[in-house]
DNA sequence: GCAAAAGTGTTGTCCTTACACCCATGC
DNA sequence: GCATGGGTGTAAGGACAACACTTTTGC
């Protein structure tokens, strides 16, 4: 990329200021961000989708996204996304892969960057705003508008693969949780069914959990004890953390 | 992304359209891919490397890249960056990160797209075409222009994990190579020095190299056999290549 | 007391690692 | 014959997987 990339720019704007006369389809390349937001309630993996308004892809779900600012940049897109739809801004949140075949968007040329993002439903109510904002549980996401299907599919795909390498579930947990909630999460992100002694095995051995010396409240059964993560110790260790493998 | 989103593409186009009177620095978003190409050589891993042509980055190098025509897909445009520089279509080629912050390139807003690929140096030349192409050793790659050292470091990283994750490293070697080449080739991705025996056991026991029954030539030492990567077998078992973990 | 889930240890298997000696070739 | 790297096996240790019974609470 050099003197040829800029010839290549001028060239590109002189044509476009000569056809821009109104919505036409080949004037550039758009660029957006799409978050796919994972949450964890009722002991289960959801994401956040919302109603396409486009007539195209009418009564079908899609990821939140919207077009990047030209003076944005663009994880700043990401986390402004994330930020009107939750209200949150200190939370995890990862480039996942940028989808940019020339039909995906039937308005025109738009490519898009997918981010995850992992968030603690209990800690933050949605802002609802329009189009039917929902959690949906992962396992019935199908048929999204666009190409959208084909982003959550490498997202979920991603994470998958991220929660073994990095302690990346407790973004989804509640700041206290029983050792069943965090193995109820591994299940259902990994969509396994895993021995309980030796998940707890291994997440002892990792000692990486506070035990908070409390109970879990109201529960029909022996109550488990409530744990915390140590982000801190995990911080100054980051390097020994070798992922689980289950 | 809908309405929402149809809405912004039309006022954007509208006040483009308005300020769009000759090479300006806000006119949008510009949307290109570069392409690090890694090659094995001379037992050492390389990358392809350019002069940069810009004045402010006069002397130093870059990677490969070019703009994304409106009309053609992202990855269409990485595999024509590759073939115009190595001749090359049939290879490995696969979408790393996307790099978008706002001051990345002076010539204005360029969000760009980093692929990498993994091509064979001895079958085929370069198109040497301008500008000093030419392969460097990773180990000497410093100080690149734009943002590229951190691409760079992004791809030479994600090339790490994935080699190990992957039978890759077959992409890179001649099609008959002795198992020093291969643990060569392990070496330098991942700067380590391996057990040879341990080595040879781990690929062995895979069960994925062919004997060609031929020996190496020329060599000042005793000759080693050499062998072929067995894609077909691997492309039936893929499900259960679970990595290499040195 | 019964249902439901918490809590807890041991054993066998497999994988990984560490390590040393002889062999074939070019010079 | 000597220098160079090719080729081979074994033993110890650590990680993982399989597996069953007792405990605590709510009802």
Known sequence: ?????????????????ATLSGFEKNYGIELSVDCIIFGFDEQKLK????????KKYSGKWSLLGD????????DAAAYRVLKQRTGLSDVYLEQVSTFGTVSRHPAGRVVTVA???LINVQHHKLNILDNELHWHD??????LAFDHQQIFDTCFKQLQKRVQEH??????????????DLQNLYESILDVTLDR?????????MDLLIDLDEMEQDVPHRPGKLYKFNFEKYGKKKKSWVGIDF
Do not use: H, W
């Not at 302690?167 to 069943?180: A, E, I, M, Q, V």
């Open 167 to 180: 302690p990346l579930g407790f973004n989804l947990l509640p700041k206290k949780f029983s050792l069943r």
């Open 115 to 117: 981010y995850c993002s």
């Open 197 to 205: 002694r030796n998940f707890r095995k291994k997440f002892f051995s």
């Open 138 to 143: 992962v396992k019935s996401v199908t048929d």
């Open 1 to 17: 990329m050099a003197s040829k990339e800029n010839n290549n720019e001028i060239q590109r704007l002189k044509s476009r200021q």
């Open 47 to 54: 994401v956040l989708l919302i109603r396409s308004d486009l």
């Open 67 to 74: 077009l990047v600012f030209p003076s944005e940049d663009l």
